[in-house]
């Protein structure tokens, strides 16, 4: 089967840190451009992060950067997201998704509808 199992997910103060991971079965995620998209409350969907099959590429929204790293282990078919200096604004559903459109830096990320592949996400919630 083709899957994706986010895990990582829970409750940190603002200013704590999660460690999200993304593993694949079913299909090798080495082809795969790999992203994190977030769903908060009152909100839509929004595209965090992504990165390259080879894992040589990286983008984050504007929101987390410096704050959020992505990056991948291909022999253990996973992608994690180190999410650190939490904010409350933070607060959502985490989805990770698989795409075999390419990506690199300097490139447009993938179109949100290019992705094949969904997890079911993992909740992370920020507060005092």
């Known amino acids: 089967q083709l899957q994706l199992v986010e895990s990582g997910g829970g409750w940190v103060q603002p200013g704590g840190s999660l460690t999200l991971s993304c593993q694949a079965s079913g299909f090798r995620m080495d082809y795969f451009t790999v992203g994190w998209f977030r769903r908060a409350p009152g909100k839509e969907r929004e595209r965090v992060s992504l990165?390259?099959?080879?894992?040589?590429?990286?983008w984050y929204t504007d929101s987390v950067k410096g704050r959020f790293t992505i990056s991948r282990d291909n022999a253990e078919n996973t992608v994690t997201l180190q999410m650190n200096s939490l904010k409350p604004e933070d607060t959502a559903v985490y989805f990770c998704a698989s795409t075999t459109v390419y990506y690199m830096d300097g490139l447009q990320p993938p179109e949100d509808t290019a992705y094949e592949y969904w997890g079911q996400g993992t909740q992370v919630t920020v507060s005092s």
């Open positions: 990165i390259s099959a080879s894992g040589g590429s990286t």
